[in-house]
């Protein structure tokens, strides 16, 4: 007489799994001699799988090919992620990026959300989150990484995808089309992706009034802008696969923009019985084009994973602005009428070089090792000139200026990562050099900085479905082309914006302990230390103090501690709901001499997805976020609700969408507090307000699906840079 037993394991790849004994409820008699081909009926079997699993550095979701979901929904489930049709991040911090095979997506706002949505669970094999970046990566990736994996396909065959995105209101009109389109046939693989913007109309109002010390003093001012703009990208390229140990892949992209921007502002500034209307008439127009070229080499050293890499990197980005401006004063029986104009003009160049190996030591261990060189190179160049009586030109001196900027940084980086039964390990070392020089005003700085990494995790149980994670990391925010460059651009007569050439790096120092429960659920204890952090600060002119203007300065110390909790659950079939909160405590010193002063914060997002018959879904979304503090200025709350309704049909292909976003019309205000007065704004542009939106995408393929092999980059953090995020 014995006892049979039944244990079952199954699992998707890079997915843990446990099974579950079923017995009968009394002993079942067995043949000693069972033949190879007997059989028996279970009557029961439990089979859990885990569809997260911590690595050392990283959440893994692993995507079995038949949950029909797109790439929004997905990343919806990842631990930590948070998403909104302006933009994705882990635990609330700006600068996450988004890489598909290594492919950074540069894409932004609504165009990024509609390129993840035309991405399908079919075709994706796991999504990688990293909530700090690893020593391989940029020292100033401080947002952390997503990063999705595609499944491989050998046959021979195409896909891809069409995508029409339409946002209306009253003053506004916009229209994303997008396309793209893989190819696979032998050793060829190639791509295209083609997307554009545009927005003929786009409206809005821009109020401001100021409460001054003088109590004799007020000030009121609306401007009525319009803000059409053109945003055109072309991206394809190819990857040759020479045999199973080589490949080599070529890319090339362009990107274009063009506005003109046209606004009108009536002000008055009333100092005791005395009213001084203003009435200023501004055209602003810019226009970029920006070419990327991008090659790689990769050589697979054996069939574990060991690997050496060679990619490199060229951006171009040429930049031409012209503005104009006339301003009309009155001030009792005296009026003023001043005209003037402003040329200018950018160059960016960068160049990037990056060697690594990766050696797989065994099947739980590896190490890393590289180099990188970076060329970064800026020429700036502005004329202002004014309009005399005689309808002359006279070029303006104090506003005009020149900036030639180059920057130089070299890096070494090793990491190490090591999985064990109940934790695993990983640990990281970069070194920059960095040589910047400002040719303009003859001034060189030259610094060597240190970035550490770790990361470490235990497990309690076998499954690891309770976890403890703990990381540090020193990271580096560099200061934005645009914050650099010293071109005024005026937004009434008494207010205009300016960069300053003279910021200094950020330095962050980055800890944080996260608990994890039933693999997803997150709570996250941790802080990021600032110093020298990049922060616009509201400033009095110097010649005339009725005039503000807003510029980037570096603050000495700002740290922030922070408590975040993801709570994704399904508590029906057919209802998903995802929470994320983020409680921060803000303490701020501006300036070395001063005391610490504090703020607390919060960040919710709630998403809640009802699955209905026929292939619909509806969706509704929450954002929510107190008042933000920048030095002397700061954002007021805001709280948005938006609601979906999705439709998709042949299996997924197509995919439509009606939704109305912000329907409590909830804009932006901002305030400001300068030594004479404290002012308010409140901008009302369309494309903040209650947008009706219509999306539409259509994906196929023809023959076996192909797998979107793409050109891996290393330009993602300098790239960023160029583009002002």
């Not at 001699?33 to 079997?45: G, I, M, P, R």
């Amino acid at each position: 007489m014995r006892y049979l037993i039944f244990l079952i394991l199954a699992g998707f790849t890079g997915v843990t799994a446990w099974g579950q004994t079923s017995t009968t409820a009394r002993p079942m008699a067995v043949n000693d001699t069972l033949t190879e081909d007997s059989t028996y009926a279970l009557q029961e079997v439990v089979v859990r799988t885990s569809p997260v699993k911590r690595k050392a550095d990283r959440f893994i979701l692993s995507v079995p090919p038949a949950q029909n979901k797109d790439g929004v929904e997905l990343l919806q489930q990842a631990p930590g992620v948070w998403l909104s049709d302006e933009r994705i991040s882990i635990n609330g911090s700006s600068g996450t990026k988004v890489f598909v095979d290594n492919r950074e997506i540069k894409l932004t706002g609504e165009m990024l959300i509609g390129y993840l949505r035309s991405l399908k669970s079919d075709d994706i094999a796991r999504v990688e989150v990293l909530p700090m970046a690893g020593a391989d990566k940029d020292a100033d990736a401080q947002g952390g990484a997503i990063h999705i994996i595609m499944r491989r396909h050998t046959d021979k065959g195409f896909q891809g995808n069409l995508s029409m995105n339409a946002s209306f209101a009253s003053s506004l009109q916009s229209y994303q089309p997008s396309g793209s389109l893989n190819y696979h046939s032998g050793k060829w693989d190639t791509y295209g992706f083609a997307s554009g913007t545009l927005v003929p109309q786009n409206k809005g109002d821009l109020y401001v009034t100021r409460d001054y010390v003088a109590g004799d003093k007020g000030f009121s001012s609306l401007a009525r802008m319009k803000q059409p703009s053109r945003y055109g990208t072309i991206r394809m390229g190819t990857v040759y696969t020479m045999d199973s140990s080589n490949s080599l892949g070529v890319e090339l992209e362009y990107v274009r923009r063009g506005y003109i921007w046209p606004s009108q502002s009536y002000s008055t500034l009333s100092v005791g019985p005395l009213d001084m209307e203003s009435q200023g008439v501004y055209r602003q127009k810019e226009t970029y084009n920006m070419y990327t070229a991008t090659a790689n080499y990769i050589h697979k050293l054996d069939k574990d994973g060991s690997v050496l890499k060679l990619v490199t990197d060229y951006i171009s980005k040429d930049l031409h602005g012209r503005n104009q401006y006339q301003i009309f004063q009155e001030i009792g029986a005296l009026n003023k009428d001043t005209v003037y104009r402003s040329r200018s003009n950018a160059t960016y160049q960068i160049a990037t070089a990056d060697l690594s190996w990766k050696q797989q030591l065994h099947k739980k261990s590896f190490f890393q090792v590289g180099m990188k060189y970076t060329y970064t190179g800026m020429k700036d160049d502005a004329c202002y000139e004014g309009l005399e009586p005689d309808e002359s030109w006279k070029p303006n001196v104090a506003y005009g200026y020149e900036l030639d900027y180059h920057e130089n940084i070299g890096a070494l980086y090793g990491t190490y990562s090591l999985d064990m039964k109940r934790g695993s390990v990983h640990i990281g070392l970069r070194g920059e050099y960095t040589q910047t020089s400002n040719e303009t005003e003859r001034r060189t700085r030259k610094y060597w900085d240190w970035f550490p990494h770790i990361d470490g995790n235990f497990y309690f149980d076998e499954i690891h479905k309770w976890m403890l994670i703990g990381q540090y990391g020193r990271y580096i925010e560099r200061p934005t082309f645009s914050a650099l460059n010293p071109n005024r651009i005026q937004t009434s007569e008494y207010s205009y914006l300016i960069g300053n050439p003279m910021l200094r790096p950020t330095y962050i120092n980055k800890f944080s302990i996260t608990l994890v429960y039933n693999f997803r659920y997150t709570l996250t204890v941790g802080g990021n230390l600032h110093h020298d952090l990049i922060r616009q600060f509201g400033k009095e002119d110097a010649e005339n103090s009725d005039i503000s203007y807003v510029i980037n300065e570096n603050h000495n110390r700002e740290n922030h501690w922070f408590v975040a909790i993801t709570a994704p659950w399904q508590p029906l079939n057919w209802l998903n709901l995802n929470a994320s909160f983020i409680g921060v405590r803000q303490d701020i010193r501006m300036y070395r001499e001063d005391d610490y002063f504090g703020h607390f914060l919060y960040f919710a997002n709630a998403n809640a997805t009802v699955l209905l018959p026929s292939d619909y879904s509806l969706e509704a979304q929450y954002n929510g976020v107190s008042r933000l503090y920048s030095g002397n200025s700061g954002i007021d709350p805001r709280h948005t609700f938006n609601l979906h309704l999705r439709k998709k049909w042949k299996d997924g292909r197509c995919v439509a969408t009606l939704g109305v976003d912000n329907i409590f019309n909830r804009y932006n205000s901002y305030f400001s507090n300068v030594p004479s007065y404290s002012s308010q704004n409140r901008f009302e542009l369309a494309s903040s307000g209650r947008l009706m939106k219509l999306t539409f995408t259509w994906n196929f393929n023809h023959g076996k699906k192909s797998g979107a092999v793409t050109v891996e980059k290393k330009s993602a953090s300098e790239r960023s840079r160029i583009e002002g995020k």
